[in-house]
């Protein structure tokens, strides 16, 4: 059975940064790309930032290009989103999501048929 399970989710200020972490279970993540999607209330989840399998490919939302970074560890079976120069827009629930299929691309859209973790609540503050 694959977990994802989020982490590091939180309240920070405007201008702050948190390192949200995604560790995954039950099968080779290295095999799997992994994202990060967002849901606001009130709005669609979102794709906010994906890593190839192999970690030499990302993928970001234009809103989070030159302040998020993915990440990869694979010995640890975790994915990292750093999130810096967070904005009050940044508030939402952030989700880790992976297909279920080994080397495919990197998610970008919604789809229930992929793995999704629980969600971790990111709220900043002016």
């Known amino acids: 059975q694959v977990q994802l399970v989020e982490s590091g989710g939180g309240l920070v200020q405007a201008g702050g940064s948190l390192r949200l972490s995604c560790v995954a279970s039950?099968?080779?993540?290295?095999?799997?790309?992994m994202s990060w999607f967002r849901q606001a209330p009130g709005k669609e989840r979102e794709f906010v930032a994906g890593i190839s399998w192999s970690g030499t490919a990302t993928l970001y939302v234009d809103s989070a290009k030159g302040r998020f970074t993915i990440s990869r560890d694979n010995a640890k079976n975790t994915v990292y989103l750093q999130m810096d120069s967070l904005k009050p827009e940044d508030t939402a629930v952030y989700y880790c999501?992976?297909?279920?299929?080994?080397?495919?691309?990197?998610?970008?859209?919604?789809?229930?048929?992929?793995?999704w973790g629980q969600g971790t609540q990111v709220t900043v503050s002016l």
């Open positions: 039950g099968r080779t993540s290295s095999r799997y790309a």
């Open positions: 999501a992976a297909p279920t299929v080994a080397f495919a691309p990197i998610l970008t859209k919604n789809s229930n048929s992929d793995y």
